[in-house]
């Protein structure tokens, strides 16, 4: 089993920054995408970045190519999500995902979420 633990979550001004962690436990996970998603208030899920724990291949989002970046500590287990210029309309619970089969289907893991909220 899969357990996948979120951080960093809180309340940040427009313009500013904040790093999220995901801390994986429970299987090695060399052949494992990592993912982060949001869901803002009142909308539905949406993806946000991923991470190839081999190789280290990312994707990103439109809405946050270059100003996103996600990146994994291998000793550490965790996946990190550094935000930066951050706007209101980040505003989401976000969440962390893991698919084992090393595509981007991210059915079967998931954490709790944390809350970031930019304010204007």
């Known amino acids: 089993q899969v357990q996948l633990v979120e951080s960093g979550g809180g309340l940040v001004q427009a313009g500013g920054s904040l790093r999220l962690s995901c801390t994986a436990s429970?299987?090695?996970?060399?052949?494992?995408?990592m993912g982060w998603f949001r869901q803002p208030p009142g909308k539905e899920r949406e993806f946000v970045a991923a991470?190839?724990?081999?190789?280290?291949?990312?994707l990103y989002a439109d809405s946050v190519k270059g100003r996103f970046t996600i990146s994994r500590d291998g000793v550490q287990n965790t996946v990190y999500l550094q935000m930066n210029s951050l706007k209101p309309e980040d505003t989401a619970v976000y969440y962390c995902?893991?698919?084992?089969?090393?595509?981007?289907?991210?059915?079967?893991?998931w954490g709790q979420g944390t809350q970031v909220t930019v304010s204007s």
């Open positions: 995902a893991a698919d084992p089969s090393g595509s981007y289907s991210f059915t079967d893991y």
């Open positions: 429970g299987r090695p996970f060399r052949s494992y995408t």
């Open positions: 991470i190839r724990w081999s190789g280290g291949s990312t």
